[in-house]
């Protein structure tokens, strides 16, 4: 079945960095766009990056870009996401999702939680 496993969140004080991993199976990783959402408290999840299935397109939501990098190795089935410089108003769950729209195919993961905070 499909699966989506988020891992590397955690605790880390602000100006510190973490890398989130999404390890995907049950689908064939390379033909989805991936990205990273997240979901603070009481606010609507946003999408904080994207990245086509070739990895030849990106995108970030503006409050990330610079501190941020998302990449993918699909030989690996696994989605990153490298977070420098982390800020308190990143604390939020932050979701994984697979989608390829042509078969109107959307998977999450059951999100990984990441609190900046000293």
């Known amino acids: 079945q499909v699966q989506l496993v988020e891992s590397g969140g955690g605790l880390v004080q602000p100006g510190g960095s973490l890398r989130l991993s999404c390890a995907a199976s049950g689908f064939t990783f390379s033909n989805y766009a991936m990205r990273w959402y997240r979901q603070a408290p009481g606010k609507e999840r946003e999408l904080v990056a994207g990245i086509t299935s070739a990895g030849d397109s990106i995108v970030y939501v503006d409050s990330v870009k610079g501190r941020f990098t998302i990449s993918r190795d699909n030989a690996e089935k696994t989605v990153y996401l490298q977070m420098n410089s982390l800020k308190g108003e990143d604390t939020a769950v932050y979701y994984c999702?697979?989608?390829?729209?042509?078969?109107?195919?959307?998977?999450w993961g059951q999100g990984t939680q990441v609190t900046v905070s000293s």
């Open positions: 999702n697979a989608r390829r729209t042509t078969i109107r195919a959307d998977y």
